[in-house]
């Protein structure tokens, strides 16, 4: 019983994790129908960004501001300069782009910063509570707390700015429709850019998550997260804040009872497995918005 | 693809749209060439003419290079093969998959255990069929699930077989031999082989040599097939299925089968390039099967030329080349030390994959070949402004 | 026109031979049989690829990129430096030392390909300190079918050692079993209470060091949890553990996941003993990932402090240590970047005993003379290694031995036993009863070619 609960708790923390990555790519799908395989290495480019201010002796919140303004900055800059011309063409090439992004960004990181692994220091302890005596949960911990919250609340954040606002109405209106959007004096290009900006911003926060988490990054240290972040994002259907959410929690808490119960080794299959049970069952991913396709 | 409802933006559309256009640049020029009158008119005859050809050429190739070129020869090889099969499924078929890498892997882990034997290993030929027809087999499996998905969903499953199946290695270690493999007893050259090399070029036929021929002879006989398949009322089908989903089924076409098959014979190359490849590197092991060696394929099928097995090959060459190019520039023109130049190859090479699609976007043979329809299509019309 | 002109290269490359051949017969002549003691610079011959009349290429594939390049890639910025140090004060037989090496991404397929660019392509004389289990395993066949020495595979497996099927390939660094053997003798004799919990990594390293260790105190063991590299969450294997009750870990594990483990534990309130594989234990690196650690959220001074080890190198912190003290000089010479770390101390007493098997080899060595030099000499080689290499004509494990230590408050290594001598199977453990090695004053050793 208490393994199963220290085992459910784990997964949460590292379900939002994934979350968080899954937000991004999300958003991304959202504005430009393309998904990012480039975000793992940017968002691994900022978090490395923060190190470095937080290394000049400012604290972690200096570091994840400038890491957010940085994600944002990235985005637009890669929106406007690489991804646009290849917006609207055909769909690998858009996947070969970020590839590539991945590639190169991975490597100027590593060229940069080095390969070697580095220490990251969580903003709050990440000792966990002792519930009893002799019995300690790992994943509840301040650490692991601000963890979740903040991926909560930036999710939340994000469906009020889709829902309650002009400008997330502008957005989903030129994610809908490009020329419907355009008739109603929607700049589109304007909002594939800010959707871009604004993912690569989510990314830089989950990237800071995720250093917290796993205590030593490296240029590597998001590779296993795109896997896990995408599979978290198609369980979820792609389209949804929500569905990324409950996609990385659903995902986090099943790989977890399978470290737990069984073994790592079996961690991505475990993950093919879930998928596509998911996927048979509903095409389009758990909250798509799209209609099932006929079988 | 009408069925992918994605709410009907432009950018959707025209993704669904675009394979099309890629791939449309190969299919009317091999029409056009089809009706030249030098070569033969029946497709089966043209084929063994080129394969005739091409053979010729390889063993020209091979014999008039280095052994270390024989080498590379044999490791492009095996990814032609593989990106060969995938250039069917995604550029005919339609369907994407970052998950040939692990299909691969079987196709490898199957040749390894089979001539992991004690006593005499059966031949290598039957060795390398039953290594096709269990991936094949796997392929259908995976095929099945996948031919209910679609775009990013099909990507995602995909992927995560990529993930998956090393994990299996590790898991289940004491048959495949966990982390550090299966070492692969490499055939040894038959005498004939050496003799008759000695009496073609004066040198002994080696072991690199070889398997250079063997995996030589893969190629060619897996793209002669592929190409006859591609050509024939299959191929047609396929397309159609791509192309025409709602008046392929009108015509009576059960779309899930035709995706399954496709992914049958895609799979089926990728188990003979993983056959290919467990001889030519002599150890199958998970570290050579990550999700990286998927995503390398896809890359090489895209940058030659989507639904192209003349682009696919060359995108095979340039994934074992360009990386070595790479990294000796960032050794001596760059002067920098070993780790450095390892990191700055990386930076090149995703840079240079990012400016082909930027400047080539139907991939290398297919801006070719647009460029050249495009120059037959204004004299055409010069011509007939003329006459 | 192809044929005509391959039979001409060929009739060449004969003619050559011969040349060479006789010249070789008259230089044995004139020099007596003396090897390649004595004699000089004019006397140097090119011999097989890479061997030139006044250079030498040895080359390597190491992970210089990905997820395994961490710490690793500094090994061959260690070796570069005593090559440049050896180079600089005249080489060996008045042969500058070259040295290649290529990153293969810590992937077999990779390294198959970088290894036959280094053989057929820059014809390296011959290859060492290739690193991994199964990377260098996909270099085996190739090195051997072409008859390249392959020394010092960087790799703990014992795949290194069967000269029967791979005569060119030497192992260096102590076997996992026989440091598992030790360390479960150690616990056995000094800790016969502890209640144990094995750490793993899912490989050959964590299954051989399993298999030496459970020679010993099977029955002491609780629990076993193995990681996969690359997973980062140790939470449900630390957990294990600590429901199984372990108060005492032995860790088969890379340094990462030393830090990982410490801190998972810390996170969970779990204080067992432990004790780490010499490969996780570089006091060092681990130190300096922990420290941000100890002054922010976590607590506590060292971490490691009393955490137990092996030892069969002496190590950075060591600073009274001959050795370190050359070690220190030959990096701060060598101008690259960085400090001097124990990855770069482990790359420089790889490339030492390279330049010892070199001398042993003679002055114009053929690639077969080399191996020859380690199998007849190799045995008796003195250097910065704790205990002797196992070298002979049936055997090419390397070293056979280690000490068993205490990590002290300041990082440094307190001796628990003397330098235990062991091998695999069930050969049983001995002290090592030879004097503790010295560096000549020269920093460069001074072997006598054989035969």
Known sequence: MEEFLSLTLGGVVNGSVYAAFALALVLIWRSTRIVNFAQGSMAAATTFIAVAVIDSGQSYWVGLIVALLAGLVMGALIERVIIRPVEGGPELNAVIVTLGLFIAIQGAVALFAGVNQRAFVPPFSNIGYEVREGFTLLSLSPNTIWTVAAVVVTMLLLIALFRFTRLGLAMRASAFGQEVARLLGVRVGRMLTLGWALAAAVGALAGLLIAGDVSFISPTFMDQLIVFGFVAAVLGGLDSPIGAVVGGLLLGLALNYVRGYLDDSLLGMASLVILVIVLLVRPGGLFSTTPARRA | MSDLQTPAGAPGAASDDAPSTATAAANASSAGAGGRSFLPKSTLLRHLLVLALCAVLAVLLLEGTERSTNDQISRIAFYAIAAGGLTLLTGLNGQISLGHGALMAVGAYTTALMLDVDGDPLPLAVIFLVAVAVTAVVGAIVGVAAARLHGPYLAGATLALAVGVPGLTLYFSDTLGGEQGINVRAPRAPDWFVEGIEALSGERGQGTKWLAYIAVACLLISYFLLANLMRSRIGRTWRAVRDQEVAAELAGISLGSWRVLAFVVSAAAAGLAGGVLAIVVRLTAPGSFLPVLSLSLLTAIVIGGLGSLFGALLGSVLLVLLPEWARDFGLEVLDMESAQASQAAFVIYGLLLVATMLFAPAGLVGTVRLALLRRRAARAMSRAGGG | ?451
């Open chain 3, 1 to 451: 026109m192809t044929r005509t002109s391959r039979r001409l290269v060929s009739v060449l490359a004969a003619a050559t031979i011969a040349t060479t051949m006789a010249a070789c017969g008259g230089d044995d002549d004139s020099g007596g049989g003396g090897g390649g003691g004595g004699g000089t610079a004019e006397d140097n011959e090119a011999t097989d690829p890479g061997m030139t009349e006044d250079s030498v290429l040895i080359g390597a594939h190491y992970p210089l990129t990905g997820p395994a390049a961490p710490g690793y890639s500094e090994i061959p910025t260690g070796v570069q430096a005593y090559f440049d140090f050896v180079n600089a004060n005249g080489g060996v037989y008045d042969r500058q030392i070259e040295w290649r090496y290529l990153d293969d991404g810590y992937n077999p397929t990779n390294t198959g390909q970088v290894v036959n660019q280094l053989v057929l392509e820059d014809e390296v004389f011959a290859m060492m300190g290739g690193l991994g289990t199964a990377t260098h395993n996909a270099a085996l066949d190739l090195l051997n079918s072409e008859g390249v020495p392959d020394l010092f595979v960087a790799s703990g497996s014992s795949l290194w050692d069967n000269p029967e099927d791979n005569p060119y390939t030497f192992g260096w660094q102590p076997d996992y079993e026989s440091e598992g053997k030790i360390i479960g003798q150690y616990i056995a004799e000094n800790l016969p209470d502890a209640k144990v919990g094995l750490f793993l990594q899912d490989d050959d390293f964590g299954e051989d060091g399993e298999r030496g260790i459970r020679q010993y105190i099977d029955d002491q063991i609780v629990a076993a949890e193995s990681y996969t590299s690359g997973n980062t969450d140790l939470g449900a294997q630390i957990t294990a553990l600590q429901q199984a009750g372990a108060d005492f870990v032995v860790g088969f594990n890379t340094p990462i996941y030393t830090a990982l483990s410490q801190l998972t534990a810390l996170r969970l309130n779990y204080q067992p003993e432990w004790f780490y594989s010499n490969v996780g234990s570089d006091p060092q690196l681990v130190g300096s990932l922990l420290e941000r650690f100890s002054s922010g959220a976590v607590t506590g001074t060292s971490l490691l402090e009393g955490v137990y080890t092996t030892d069969y190198l002496p190590t950075v912190d060591e600073v009274d240590n001959p050795w370190v003290q050359l070690f220190q000089r030959v990096w701060d010479e060598s101008g690259q970047e960085g400090e001097l770390t124990n990855f770069r101390i482990y790359g420089m007493s790889q490339a030492y005993t390279m330049v010892q098997a070199l001398q042993a080899a003679g002055r114009n060595p053929t690639r077969d003379d080399l191996v020859a030099a380690l199998e007849q000499a190799g045995g008796d080689f003195e250097g910065p290694a704790l205990a002797p290499f196992r070298y002979s004509e049936d055997r090419h494990a390397g070293i056979g031995g280690m000490g068993v230590s205490r990590i002290g408050a300041d990082g440094s290594a307190e001796e628990l036993t003397g330098i235990l001598i062991t091998d695999v199977g069930d050969a049983e453990i001995e002290e090592y009863d030879g004097e503790e090695s010295t560096p000549p004053e020269s920093g460069i050793p001074d072997e006598e070619a054989i035969g």
